[in-house]
Every structure is written in structure tokens, then in C-alpha cells.
RNA sequence: GCACCGGUGGCGAAGUGGCUAACGCGCUGGUCUGCAAAACCAGUAUUCGUCGGUUCAAUCCCGACCCGGUGCUCCA
């Protein structure tokens, strides 16, 4: 979660902390009815008792039953489709002795109490994978708002699954990857959180190798453009007159943006917004059009994408280098070649040669310059030459 | 089998009943550079799964079919 940069949760509910909530909303059901018990002591819901039921994945209840296959445990429920609020206890599994009887609680009530607990009856979200929305998610709003009689969450957003090299992620194609995997495949952590931010969440897409590369040089396009709006700042070169056709177009971009997330987070169109924006400076930059007043709202925009992208800060080759380090405690070999190499030079080591090769083509010495160019190349390190000076990064 | 969602250029991926079908990457040629890199310019989908239909007009609406994902049984 942190070498993608995800934001840690403020609370991680446990539902073996939530089991007195649980056992009050079943009885809180249980005093309407709505919940009951069965001979072996389970509690089951009520379907019946919830109009509503399915209207969260659209499901036809009728079609449903019509179709459902009965299997051994139901026997003892009233309708085929209720579902379980509490097991008895079974042989061997863990239970609690609470006032419904010694046993577990039901997967979906877990979920309603500690939902409940930590943010009350009603709240804005709701998420979860596609898989969950039936039978699960609608289990928990019936359970819920039954108990509640207010509405229990006002928005639900479920994410699609995504493919990877075109088939479902699954151990037996061989295409499940954790992200130590692909850290250790020499994967950049920004080039992983770029690629899954940048299709909506509501979309599935094409989880691929190639999609990493693209990611990291869309990435390096970014940061490039950032670096060098960041240096026209100190640059006395810079006409003082602002450029009103391009402020105006960063303005409607900026605008453009925030609307684009604002459409139920549409990633994709977002990042194009800013992606037009580098083009037109860019060019700006290039014939001297770029003013000074043009600086503040052209990194008001790239700070707003950085706001949710988060990818402009270089934080790789220290999450790599703490990949590569767990890798060698564990004992594995599959680390790239290319990522011990490119790790086996510091800093330091960089800015020495690089030092001798700015002296060396001073003196016009361009065959030891390139030579050294290309050994840094070697260990993945790209030296560009620009106006200002020698600038450097790590592939 | 049934239900829901999707199928857009070499790849990833937006989008809309009619305006040049965004954006990123890649590729080809060019500008710049000692050479590169970066950046920029030009080119790269007469076409949006297939076949029909509705419409003055469809990639976008409707139907069928093909392909993919999820659910429909347990567990969480």
C-alpha cells in the first residue's frame, strides 16, 4: 500500500470486535419478525420482509428462485433465498456464546455492524469488487436498513476486475502477480499506481507489461515537463509578458480536469486534460512564448494532478531498493538483472562521472564523454544535455 | 442455461445521435544537438466485434449472433 502510495486506512474494523453489534442488530430484527430462528439454532433473514430486496444489482428475485438450486442446509429455512445471520456452531469452529446461542456470525451481518459502528446508520460510500454486489452487498442493505428504517449507504461503487495480458488473473494461467513480483521484474511502483489509476475504476482494463513501460515514459513525460517549468521559474530568459491564449487554455484545462474526476472519477479523461496542457507549454517553451506569469496556473494544474495521481515526486529507486532488499532475506533469486545493476551505483558515483565528462567535452574530448555516457547508460542511468547544465535519471 | 456489464488505431484507453473519433505509449520521417537525450513538427482508425433495423443522419438507439468479464451454489 505504501510503494504504491495509498492512503492507510484511518480504521480497520475486526469483526471479532463487532460481535455484541452484531448480536443487537440480529435482535433488533428478531423483534420485527424479520429475523428468525431455525431448528439447529441458526438465525436466518426474512427476504420477505424487504420489499425492496434487489434493488442494488437489479436482480428479479423470482427469476432467482425459479432457478435456484436447493442445496442440504436449506431445508429448515423458510424461503429458499433467506440467508444467514447466525450459524450454530458446527464442530470444531470457533464460536461465541452470545444471547442468539453459541456460534458465528453470518458473513453479510459482519459487515452492516461494523459499518454501523464506526459511521452510524446512513453514510456517502459504499465500495466493493464486482463480486460482491450480489449476493453480499444487497444482504447488507437489507439487513441494515431493516434494522435502521433509514437509508443505509447513499452511494455504491463497485470496481470491475481487471485482466491481465488479456485473461483473468488467476494462478493456473500463470499471469497472478503481487507487486513484489513486479517490483522485483523491475517495474517502477509510480508505473504501477499510474497504470491502474488511469483507467476509471468503473471500466475493466488490460492489465499488461507493455501498459507498465508505456506508464513509467508517460510518467517521465510528466516529471520531465514538471522539472523544466520548475527551472524556467529561475531562468532570467523568460519573457515577463504573460502568454493570455495559453493561461486561457491551462485555465479551461484546470477546469476540464476537475470536472472529468468530478464525473464519477474519470481518470482517463483527466490526465488527458494535463497531457494537453504539457503539449501547449511545451511549445510555449520552445519559441519563447512561455511567459512568467504563465508559471503559477500551469503548476496549479500539475499540482492538482499530482493531488491524485501522485506520481511526479521520483520515490522509485527507494521502493525498489526495499523490494530487492526483502527479496534477499527471502532468499530470492528472481530479481532483474537490470535492477541489481542499476542499484549497484550511487549517486554519488553518478555525479563524479558525469563531472568528468562535462570536463572532458570541454576539451572536446567527445569520444571519452560518450564513452562514459554509455557505462552510465549501461547501469541505467540517462544523461540528457540541456542549456542549463547536465541533467540525469535513473531508467 | 439465465441476468447484468463490456468489445474503439500496433498497444493502453476516453467519448458523443450530426463538428478533424480525445489522451498516453509505440512506430516512420523531420527540426534542434558535436552525437545523443529531452522538446517540437508531420504522418500513423474513411473507422468504433459481426450482421441486420430505426433515423435526414449511428461508433453512440433497437434486435440477433460471436467473443470476454461478473453474478446466479458454498465459503469469506
Aim: hydrophobic share 45%.
Amino acid at each position: 500500500m505504501d510503494a504504491l502510495r495509498v492512503e492507510r486506512p484511518e480504521i480497520i474494523a475486526r469483526a471479532t470486535e463487532t460481535i455484541g453489534e452484531m448480536v443487537a442488530l440480529i435482535e433488533r430484527l428478531a423483534s420485527e419478525d424479520i429475523a428468525y430462528k431455525v431448528d439447529d439454532g441458526s438465525w436466518y433473514f426474512r427476504i420477505a420482509k424487504f420489499p425492496d430486496y434487489g434493488k442494488l444489482s437489479g436482480k428479479d428475485l423470482e427469476g432467482i428462485e425459479d432457478g435456484a438450486r436447493v442445496d442440504v442446509d436449506e431445508y429448515e429455512k423458510d424461503a429458499k433465498r433467506d440467508f444467514a445471520l447466525w450459524k450454530a456452531v458446527k464442530p470444531g469452529e470457533h464460536a461465541w456464546d452470545t444471547p442468539l446461542g453459541t456460534g458465528r456470525p453470518g458473513w453479510h451481518i459482519e459487515c452492516s455492524a461494523m459499518a454501523m459502528k464506526h459511521l452510524g446508520p446512513s453514510f456517502d460510500l459504499h465500495g466493493g469488487g464486482e463480486d460482491l454486489a450480489f449476493p453480499h452487498h444487497e444482504n447488507e442493505i437489507a439487513q441494515s436498513e431493516c434494522a435502521s428504517h433509514v437509508p443505509f449507504a447513499r452511494h455504491w461503487f463497485h470496481v470491475r476486475f481487471l485482466l491481465v495480458e488479456g485473461k483473468k488473473m488467476s494462478k493456473s494461467e500463470g499471469n497472478f502477480y503481487t507487486l513484489r513480483d513486479l517490483l522485483l521484474k523491475g517495474y517502477r511502483a509510480s508505473a504501477i499506481r499510474f497504470l491502474l489509476v488511469s483507467v476509471p475504476y468503473r471500466h475493466q482494463m488490460n492489465f499488461t507489461f507493455e501498459g507498465l513501460t508505456e506508464s513509467a515514459n508517460a510518467i517521465e513525460r510528466l516529471r520531465t515537463f514538471a522539472r523544466r517549468v520548475e527551472a524556467a521559474g529561475g531562468t532570467l530568459a523568460l519573457p515577463a509578458a504573460l502568454n493570455a491564449d495559453l493561461d486561457a487554455l491551462v485555465a479551461e484545462k484546470l477546469t476540464a480536469y476537475g470536472a472529468a474526476l468530478d464525473n464519477d472519477l474519470n481518470t482517463a479523461e483527466a490526465r488527458a486534460a494535463v497531457f494537453d496542457v504539457v503539449r501547449a507549454a511545451n511549445i510555449a517553451l520552445d519559441h519563447g512564448t512561455f511567459g512568467r506569469g504563465n508559471i503559477a496556473r500551469v503548476q496549479k494544474l500539475l499540482q492538482a494532478l499530482d493531488a491524485v495521481f501522485d506520481v511526479l515526486t521520483d520515490r522509485d529507486a527507494d521502493v525498489s531498493k526495499a523490494a530487492v532488499a526483502w527479496a534477499k532475506a527471502e532468499g530470492r533469486t528472481d530479481i532483474a538483472p537490470d535492477l541489481l545493476v542499476s542499484q549497484s551505483i550511487s549517486d554519488q558515483e553518478i555525479e563524479a562521472l558525469i563531472a568528468e565528462r562535462t570536463d572532458a567535452r570541454k576539451r572536446r574530448n567527445f569520444a571519452r564523454g560518450d564513452a562514459i555516457r554509455n557505462e552510465l547508460a549501461e547501469k541505467g542511468v540517462l544523461i540528457e544535455d540541456g542549456k542549463a547544465g547536465v541533467t540525469w535519471k535513473r531508467r
